[in-house]
């Protein structure tokens, strides 16, 4: 029984996240958690992992669900989508093995309800940092949806707004247990500080916007199958391409990830740059072959030159495949050869006038790698994508809004343009002021405004280090508590 209790908290808390949003949810699921960590105390250890597998299952189980989608694309390899289960069951496994040492180490070192959001927390920057692959997980998407979240986001950081908002959550919990006024007072005079703090700032910010420059933006959304072109849909592709550019007199054309149809060998694009106009440039993501190694890349052309960035973060089993030689049926998902990571500077300028900090795929998720001392200065952020590899429900959804906390994070403007959607220009507020729908093949031109935002990324770490005081306090106070 307790276990179908365990696996309905997990299931709850799936639902606050994107795409569904359920927010208030999470102040019925995160102070039962809270409760179910009482009874636990009184329960062998062995149900601390228990607790722990059973609720990832819950919660993970749906959440990465999406990873199925690209086994089932091809007939090859539709026999082997237990792979993604099995996934599934190792990240849980993890999930339930840090919960399980966390319960016992801090258990009487830490009231239940700071005891929860350090758990949660722990478990996603372990997931992040030292899984490959899988900094997916992050509990800020929880409000990505709403406009004080993502201020916090801003100023704070994705882990200490993640953990911040669990507290909040958790804190029906701490009234529940916690019927001295004074107590009761002190966490809701926390919460209202850091609410009107980051409010204020938030409007005085705004307030304070100075226009910087524009561009006249066209993003192309093309919609294109994953499944191998011919000729002459190649040749079709090609055209559309050239079509988008001579139809518009946008300063930059925007497609997604490898929509440049043909692999590029040479950066000779005459042609292309034969119908851009003085003052247009184009960037669209492509195959590029150097030598015997390829690249996934995005391409910059205007009049004057081509520059190229190369991926430098790759999907395992998607851009490369560990021990290729024992798994070959993985080759009709990654390719017949591994791709190379590049080597270039994240950072791009056109025209020598705007500079941006170009983002290709899902390396959107690592944001401690995208930011530094050589672009935090950048003008905005451009990031192309192919999400087709992710179904039709939760995948392009998450990635989505992971990709528009980046936008706030960073305190930059980005450009987002999906092979299938979801395409978006979004503000340095994380605001969405114009997108296009998923697997439709749209065009949108808009006026792309920004400023020289200065990133607050810098000082995140400052808040991260009072998190950190404040639980080693809290685990002071418990102990000499506990020693009484």
Same mark, same amino acid.
């Given at each position: ?8 908290l ?9 795409p ?9 699921i995160?102070?039962?958690?809270c ?7 009184k329960?062998?250890?062995?149900? #601390? ?18 990873m199925?989608?690209?086994?089932l694309?091809?007939?090859e ?16 496994l ?6 399980y040492?966390c319960?016992?180490?801090?258990n009487?070192l830490?009231?239940n309800?700071?005891l ?7 478990i ?5 940092r ?18 004080f979240g993502?201020?916090?986001i801003?100023?704070t950081?994705t ?7 669990l507290?909040?959550f958790c ?8 019927? $001295?006024?004074?107590?009761? =007072? ?7 500080i ?5 409010t204020l ?26 499944y191998?072109y011919?000729n002459?849909?190649?040749? $079709?592709?090609?055209n559309?391409i050239l ?41 669209f993501?492509?195959?590029r072959?150097?030598? $015997? ?9 205007n009049?004057k030159e ?5 991926k430098?973060?790759?999907v395992?089993?998607?851009e ?27 950072i791009?300028?056109?025209?020598n ?6 983002i ?11 930011i530094?001392?050589?672009n935090?200065?950048?003008d905005?952020?451009i990031?192309?994508?192919?999400? =087709? ?9 998450? &990635?989505? #809004? ?11 403007p980005?450009?987002?343009v999906?092979n ?8 340095n507020?994380a605001?969405?002021l ?6 439709? #093949? ?17 000082? &995140? ?17 418990? #102990?000499?508590?506990y020693k009484?």
């Amino acid at each position: 029984m307790n276990t179908i209790k365990y696996l309905i908290l997990g299931i709850g808390t799936f639902l606050t996240f994107p795409p569904f949003f359920i927010t208030p949810l999470a102040f019925i699921i995160f102070p039962l958690i809270c409760l179910e960590f009482d009874k636990l105390e009184k329960l062998s250890k062995k149900n #601390y992992f228990i607790f722990g597998f059973t609720f990832a299952l819950g919660f993970l189980g749906l959440y990465f669900l999406w990873m199925i989608n690209p086994f089932l694309v091809f007939e090859e390899t539709k026999n082997y989508s237990f792979l993604s289960i099995i996934l599934i069951l190792i990240i849980s496994l993890i999930f339930a093995s840090i919960f399980y040492l966390c319960k016992i180490i801090f258990n009487t070192l830490i009231p239940n309800y700071f005891l929860v959001p350090l758990i949660f927390i722990i478990i996603e920057i372990f997931i992040s940092r030292f899984i490959y692959g899988f900094p997916w997980l992050t509990f800020s998407l929880i409000i990505s949806n709403l406009e004080f979240g993502l201020s916090l986001i801003k100023f704070t950081g994705t882990i200490f707004t993640g953990t911040f908002i669990l507290l909040l959550f958790c804190t029906p919990y701490y009234i529940i247990k916690n019927s $001295k006024i004074q107590k009761i =007072i002190f966490i809701f005079s926390f919460f209202f500080i850091i609410f009107i703090s980051i409010t204020l700032t938030q409007n005085y910010f705004n307030k304070n916007k100075i226009e910087y420059d524009s561009l006249k933006v066209k993003i192309v959304q093309m919609n294109n199958s994953i499944y191998t072109y011919e000729n002459l849909t190649l040749s $079709k592709t090609y055209n559309q391409i050239l079509d988008s550019i001579k139809n518009t007199k946008a300063d930059l054309i925007i497609f997604g990830e490898n929509n440049y149809p043909y692999l590029i060998e040479s950066l000779n694009f005459s042609k292309i740059q034969s119908i851009l106009n003085e003052n247009q440039t184009i960037i669209f993501g492509g195959t590029r072959k150097d030598s $015997k190694q390829f690249y996934n890349s995005l391409l910059l052309i205007n009049k004057k030159e081509v520059k190229k960035f190369d991926k430098k973060i790759l999907v395992p089993f998607g851009e490369f495949v560990p021990l290729r030689k024992y798994i070959q049926f993985m080759n009709k998902i990654a390719g017949p050869n591994d791709f190379t990571s590049g080597s270039d500077k994240r950072i791009i300028s056109i025209n020598n006038q705007y500079n941006f900090i170009p983002i290709i795929c899902y390396e959107m998720i690592f944001y401690w790698k995208l930011i530094n001392k050589i672009n935090y200065d950048s003008d905005f952020i451009i990031n192309i994508t192919n999400d =087709i590899w992710f179904g039709n429900y939760i995948g392009p959804y998450q &990635h989505f #809004y992971l990709t528009k906390i980046r936008a706030s994070e960073f305190n930059k403007p980005l450009i987002r343009v999906s092979n299938n959607g979801i395409s978006a220009i979004i503000d340095n507020n994380a605001q969405i002021l114009k997108n296009t729908e998923l697997n439709k #093949y749209s065009e949108l031109e808009y006026k792309f405004k920004f400023n020289k935002n200065k990133t607050y990324y810098f000082i &995140h770490k400052y808040f991260l280090l009072t998190l950190l005081l404040i639980f080693i306090a809290v685990i002071i106070f418990q #102990y000499k508590q506990y020693k009484k």
